[in-house]
């Protein structure tokens, strides 16, 4: 006796992704994991097709072989890679099914070496078979000579219902910029095209970002342990946060927070990367993960006082949550929008949630308005 899988767990598998965002995500990390520099994404609904193009290392016969090899990876998680200077996205196996939410046939063109291979995965088939490992993938191969190493997959959209709905969500400015700024990589490029309209990663600087609106940038790292508040005249106020540092894992913080007179007004910074993709015109700082945009908006509520607070006008944050780290625990749920449950894990989520509510970064960033309001005492702020 042994284990045999069916075709079937194909698409459970790739049902598991919640959402276009992060089946999108899943696809350019791989791009990302490959050292690209560039990744295109072209929907085009006339002639039925959505092609992920990128300028990475491309694969060769074994590389595909590995791709085929549903579960099983060869990345190591958050290692940083010395030649692409990134750390490792991948490590469950998995991601390329996320291809199967866009399209039943999916065409694959990849260049390594000079050598081109090409070969199509078909779902249906797929899914139709007793056993996965019947699926015969017939490999068509070229020399190109000197070309660029590159790899192409281009989804043949199946359904035209599903397509329309895909390119809603994609025409949403929530969704769309936080899909070009999946990565904290200013080598790394994302553009994506919408029946020839256009759009491409920018980088965003808190910094200048609305600068007539905000209120304080708020650092924290966990190096130095020490949440830094900086006003508008770059006065600065520091109270240490302990952080656990024999964790391997460490956070830096960088946020901005902002006061909009009258509460939340409708897209109040002009820019739609820090709304709440939950919540109409609520802001929200994002969180990364090893430079990759954690589609999670629970561990880093900026709401979360709302209630305790009452009817007192919160700060709105926006900004990084940066977490790093490559232990091996540090591991996402298989909709990849949670952490697993485990120590690590779990003190990272207190950790985050402590300093946000726990009467900590916003019930400073409250207080310190207060003082302001105050002014200074022999030019200090007291508490
Ligand atoms: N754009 C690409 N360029 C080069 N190689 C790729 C590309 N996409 C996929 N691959 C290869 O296919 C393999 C399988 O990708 P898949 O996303 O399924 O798994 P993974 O990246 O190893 O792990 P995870 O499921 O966590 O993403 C990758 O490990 C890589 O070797
Ligand atoms: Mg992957």
Redesign the pocket.
């Known amino acids: 006796m042994n284990f045999k899988v069916a075709g079937g767990i194909i698409g459970e598998l790739s049902e598991k992704i919640p959402s276009n965002l992060v089946a999108l995500n899943?696809?350019i990390?791989?791009?990302y994991?490959?050292g690209?520099k560039n990744v295109n994404l072209v929907f085009d609904t006339a002639n039925k097709k959505f092609q992920i193009i990128?300028d990475?290392?491309?694969?060769n016969e074994q590389?595909i072989q590995?791709?085929l090899h549903i579960s099983k990876?060869?990345?190591q998680?958050g290692e940083f890679n010395i030649k692409t200077s990134r750390y490792i996205?991948?490590?469950?196996?998995?991601?390329?099914?996320a291809v199967f939410k866009f399209g039943k046939t999916v065409k694959f063109t990849?260049v390594k070496n000079g050598k081109s291979l090409e070969f199509i995965l078909d779902f249906d088939i797929l899914s139709s078979l007793d056993d996965v490992s019947e699926y015969e993938v017939s490999i068509a191969e070229k020399n190109v000579g000197n070309v660029p190493s590159m790899?192409s997959?281009e989804v043949t959209l199946s359904d035209e219902q599903n397509f329309g709905l895909v390119k809603q969500y994609f025409n949403d400015g929530r969704n769309r910029d936080k899909l070009l700024n999946a990565f904290l990589d200013v080598n790394f490029m994302i553009v994506l095209e919408i029946d020839g309209e256009k759009f491409q990663t920018k980088q965003v600087d808190l910094k200048t970002y609305s600068p007539e609106k905000k209120t304080f940038d708020i650092n924290y790292s966990s190096d130095n342990q020490a949440v830094s508040f900086v006003d508008k005249n770059n006065t600065e106020y520091t109270r240490s946060y302990p952080f656990d540092q024999s964790k391997n894992v460490k956070v830096e913080m960088n946020i901005a927070a902002f006061s909009f007179p009258g509460g939340k007004g409708k897209d109040p910074l002009g820019d739609q990367l820090f709304l709440s993709p939950k919540e109409d015109n609520k802001l929200t700082p994002l969180i990364y993960i090893n430079d990759n945009l954690f589609n999670n908006y629970e561990l880093f509520e900026p709401d979360i006082m709302r209630s305790a607070k009452g009817g007192q006008a919160l700060p709105q944050l926006i900004g990084y949550v940066k977490i790093y780290s490559s232990d091996k625990n540090m591991e996402f749920n298989s909709d990849r929008t949670n952490f697993q449950e485990n120590e690590l894990t779990a003190y990272i989520a207190n950790f985050l949630s402590e300093i946000n509510k726990g009467n900590y970064i916003q019930v400073y960033t409250i207080r310190w308005k207060a003082w302001l309001r105050g002014g200074l005492i022999n030019g200090k702020y007291s508490y």
């Open positions: 899943e696809i990390k791989n791009s994991d490959a690209a990128d990475g290392s491309g694969m590389d590995e791709l990876s060869s990345k998680y996205q991948g490590s469950k196996g998995l991601g390329i099914l990849t790899t997959i």
